[in-house]
């Protein structure tokens, strides 16, 4: 074998390595092909720029991303303008509540989305419901599957923590038009609770609750060890308090969402901040237009 090495110019070690690049390329190709295919589920019309943009995907560039996309399968096929009333048929129903709104006190915007998050050898999918106003997130579950009783068990979570049987309509559930926040027990229980449904146009139009998840994902979870699943709740449980209990925020003046909370009890409703959930246009080139943007503006 040395003289076949020598032969081809190349030495025993460097034929090794080689291999063991190609290994790993090939073990790196079947995770983003996994992680495609989950995000389609969720977001069935996004393609795969803005995939790459979303998921941030380490080592491997968008131009790399995009072109083992649609090798892979996953162009976007057109869709026939008289048929597009026959898919999504259920989110359809509802629209996006969010524009130019103001709020002044929690249980007035709750906000949704699913994660995923990459740890033990799979993917692993977390549903965070947050309280726009506070920053609070007051409703989580792990799974490791995308199935929409994931969902309701952490909005179940949620409304056990607020403990308002009817919130007489003051109160926007707003999320992405997955088809778990779509599905038929999922806002059964939300109209139960007299809770309004807001859903995105777009897949910006959830900006809040996509920093957080950004936040408990990447800034906690991914720098911990974690050797089991069972760890992986204990730790994710640890997470969710130590943020809601202790990280503070520049927009609720250096208080974490506890605290914030239990100050707004001690500050009547018409001293407290208000904040306005406001609509930006993006110029003719841009290509995202009419966006939501849920940066909040305090007035």
């Not at 989580?140 to 199935?147: E, G, H, I, Q």
């Not at 308002?164 to 926007?172: K, T």
């Not at 059964?188 to 920093?211: D, K």
């Not at 930006?280 to 007035?299: G, R, W």
Request: include cysteine; charged fraction near 25%.
């Amino acid at each position: 074998m040395n003289d076949v090495f020598a032969l081809c110019g190349i030495s025993r070690q460097a034929h090794f390595q080689a291999l063991q690049r190609h290994l790993q390329e090939q073990q790196k190709a079947v995770l983003y092909v996994r992680s495609m295919e989950q995000v389609r589920q969720i977001h069935p019309g996004m393609g795969l720029r803005t995939m790459y943009e979303m998921l941030q995907p380490e080592g491997i560039g968008r131009d790399g991303f995009v072109a083992l996309g649609l090798q892979e399968g996953f162009r976007l096929k057109t869709v026939e303008k008289q048929t597009r009333t026959t898919y999504s048929v259920k989110s359809r129903r509802y629209g996006n509540l969010l524009g130019d709104i103001e709020f002044n006190g929690i249980n007035q915007l709750w906000s949704s989305d699913i994660t995923y998050l990459y740890c033990l050898d799979q993917f692993f999918y977390i549903v965070l419901i947050m309280d726009i106003y506070s920053r609070r997130l007051i409703g989580y579950n792990l799974s490791d599957n995308m199935r929409a009783e994931n969902n309701l068990s952490a909005l179940q979570m949620a409304l056990a923590l607020r403990g308002i049987e009817s919130y007489q309509h003051s109160l926007i559930h707003h999320s992405d038009k997955g088809t778990q926040y779509a599905s038929d027990a999922y806002t059964e229980v939300l109209e139960r609770h007299a809770i309004r449904i807001s859903m995105c146009n777009e897949v910006y139009e959830n900006t809040h609750i996509e920093r957080v998840n950004d936040t408990i994902k990447n800034q906690y979870l991914n720098r911990m060890e974690i050797n089991n699943r069972r760890q992986l709740l204990t730790k994710l449980d640890a997470t969710i308090k130590t943020y809601n209990e202790t990280r503070p925020h520049q927009s609720l003046h250096k208080m974490s969402p506890v605290e914030y909370e239990n100050y707004l009890l001690k500050i009547p409703v018409d001293k407290r901040s208000r904040m306005k959930i406001y609509t930006i246009e993006l110029n003719a080139d841009a290509s995202i237009t009419k966006q939501i943007n849920l940066f909040s503006k305090e007035i």
